[in-house]
Every structure is written in C-alpha cells, then in structure tokens.
C-alpha cells in the first residue's frame, strides 16, 4: 500500500477501514463476540475501535497476532468463548454483505465448514518452474476464495491443532479443513467483497463509501 500505517488502519471518510469491516457483523443475530488479531504497537488502537463500535452485549477482545495469517488465528482461537461457529474475515474486506455472512452461517451450521467466494472470471494457466504453461484448467471449477471462512469451533480447533503438530502452513482456514477429509461447502458472494490490497483498491474503496 505503500503507507506506513497498516491497512486495516487507513481512512476512508474519517472511519479506519476496521471500523467499516467490523459494522457488517453487528447486525448478526446471535453474534457473542469479536476478536481482533493485530500487531503490539495497534492494540490499544484496535481496542478503542471496539469499544466505539461493537454492542456492550457482545464481548470483545484484541490480541497480539503471529508472524504468518494462521499463527494469529491460532492466537485468536484460545480466545474464543463457548460458541457453535467460528467465522474468520479479513479485516480489509469492508463491503461483505449481511446475507452472504449469515449465508456462510447457514451453511456452516449443516456442514461444519463454508466459504464465501466468487467464480474465476479470467482463464487460469497452470505453470512450471520455467513460466512455461502446462495446463488450461476449466473455469467451471475454479473459484476465487473470500472471507468470511466459517467453521464449528470443534472441526476448526482440531484443524488448528493438526497442523500446527504436523507443522502445515495452508492459505487459507478452508485448507486446514480440507485436508483432515471434511467437507467445505462454497457460498456464491460477490465482487464487491474485494480486499484493499493495493492503492488502486483503496481508491475504489474511496469512491464506493462516497457514493453510499
């Protein structure tokens, strides 16, 4: 992003963009908690932001993150309270919509494990080591992964455990699911979900919280 600030801290009219990413969830029925993962030097930031913005019926907690995505989560799931789901989001994702997360829910509930995602729009090549292409795979089956993730606490936190004892990096929350056989179910979002990643996304991101 080229800032100094981390992204999840950056503005968009006068809000950090945590601020806009935590507001999707309130209206979530059941809801019993939020944590933040974050790094030392934002704690006390990411606390005021909850305090600021989440319901006093809902518990809230910010906790120092791990070097990679998954050692955080790790970090956050000794926090979780006595709850049936788990939902993981990116906090730089703040245009998911109400219905898509309590559709992952839904699913979750029946299944144990959802993902909200988009299908492949552009043809995807499969490369070697040379960039040379050694296969077009169709895009019937492929889509671009989301966040919310959302798990039962039981199936997540065995999940976790596996891989951290057989010490597996995956790229996702679904990954550490999947390879223990269980099945995870896709939940059609949209591309407004997207990930302010870039300062073009931020610009986007910009001009879609003028226009609302």
Request: one cysteine or more; charged letters at 25%; hydrophobic letters at 35%.
């Amino acid at each position: 992003m080229q800032k100094e600030t981390p992204k999840p801290y950056l503005e968009l009219a006068g809000k950090t963009i945590l601020e806009y990413t935590i507001r999707r969830f309130l209206s979530l029925d059941g809801l019993r908690q939020v944590l933040v993962a974050t790094s030392e030097s934002y704690l006390s930031t990411a606390k005021q932001i909850l305090e600021d913005v989440v319901p006093q019926n809902v518990a809230t907690k910010c906790i120092v993150g791990g070097q990679e995505r998954q050692d955080s989560i790790y970090n956050a799931l000794d926090e979780v309270s006595d709850v049936d789901l788990v939902m993981v989001h990116d906090a730089v994702r703040p245009f998911v919509k109400p219905q898509h997360i309590k559709a992952c829910c839904k699913v979750a509930s029946e299944i144990g494990g959802a993902v909200l995602g988009v299908p492949a729009k552009d043809t995807i090549k499969r490369i070697n080591e040379q960039q040379v292409i050694q296969e077009t795979p169709s895009r019937k089956f492929l889509w671009q992964t989301q966040t919310p993730q959302v798990f039962r606490k039981k199936l997540m936190l065995e999940a976790y455990e596996k891989a951290r004892k057989e010490g597996f990096t995956g790229t996702d929350d679904s990954s550490l699911v999947e390879r223990m056989g269980h099945q995870v179910k896709m939940v059609e979002g949209d591309r407004s979900n997207f990930k302010i990643t870039y300062p073009l996304d931020l610009q986007l991101a910009e001009l879609i919280i003028k226009k609302q």
